[in-house]
């Protein structure tokens, strides 16, 4: 009795040795990843990034203090932090790729409290990250839209606690995505549509995408507010970028959020419902888009959204009824594999 109980006692401490010993090596591969992202972001050359530059040129003009600047105040106050530390440039989009990626592991750590599962947060974030890196979308957080990219995983954080009605969470959130970039209160204002049934949604979201292909959503703002018509027209106008409606932004993001519905068989049982509620709050943020989504640079809009995808589907791939495909070592080796993605990325400048 007392040598089966001793086997026992010893097979378990072997257990919780071999679990800490994975919990480390994972952490150590995250900040290898990390590191290398924020190497290949941070040192990138000013011409690769069409914004790059000009957040380049604001930074080194920090040496004169905080400046009146139409950029939103936490993002300027950030700034002029990491200036104040005696960061050089490289320093600079090191430290912003790195508060992306710090970001990103929060809003992770909040979806897998969402959806109450038992995938661990190391797991869950290699996945977000494999599926991030080899997204174009996360590579224009990187390196173009940076300020959005910023508030991007913050207003997923916010509509997933505001699902769950959790309102200190989504105040909270909703208020340091705004203070990163304005763009953010569009999605904090459609929220409320997470009230409404996930049938009721879908209509709503519907309704919203045949206004917007149609050209009605474009046509109703210029009738009923033309100076707000004209604010989306003129803001970053530019001949180079077709403005206007955008059938292949519209059809493209319904396609992510028909995806994970298509891929519900694979999922198990336990956890399908959750994430297919978890896409509520994605279809929710794309809904700005179906409003104003027809002006320049419509695509930022849909950022946000895009991102968050990832995350949902790295859920799906988490869940996965096939288990070779939810293997947290496979998973791993696909987050290594997509660095190399990544890097062709941002080398070459290829965003969407």
Known sequence: MNTVLARDLQTSRRSQIDTMARGWLGLILLVGVALFACWLVGTRSLDIGSDTETYAGFFENLVQGVPETRLEPGFVYLSYALYQLGLDVTGYQFALFALLL???ALAVRRYQRYLETP???QTLLCASL??????PMFTNASINAIRQGLAAPLVFVALLAFHRRQWGGFFLAGALAAS?????AMYLVCAPALLLSTRWLRVLAAGAFLAYVSGLSMLAVRMATPGFYD??????????YRSGVRVDFAV???????LPHLLAPLIQAGWRQRIMDSTSVYLVMSLPFFIIGWGFFSNRYLLPAWLAVSMILAAVLCHARIAPLRNPLLIRIGLLASCAVFYVYVSRGIVI
């Open 102 to 104: 710090v970001l990103v």
């Open 119 to 121: 995938v661990t947060w």
């Open 130 to 135: 494999l599926l991030l890196f080899v997204s």
């Open 180 to 184: 990163l970039h304005l763009s953010s």
């Open 231 to 240: 604010v989306v027209m003129e803001y970053t106008a530019n001949p180079l």
């Open 252 to 258: 493209f993001t319904i396609f992510w959020y028909l």
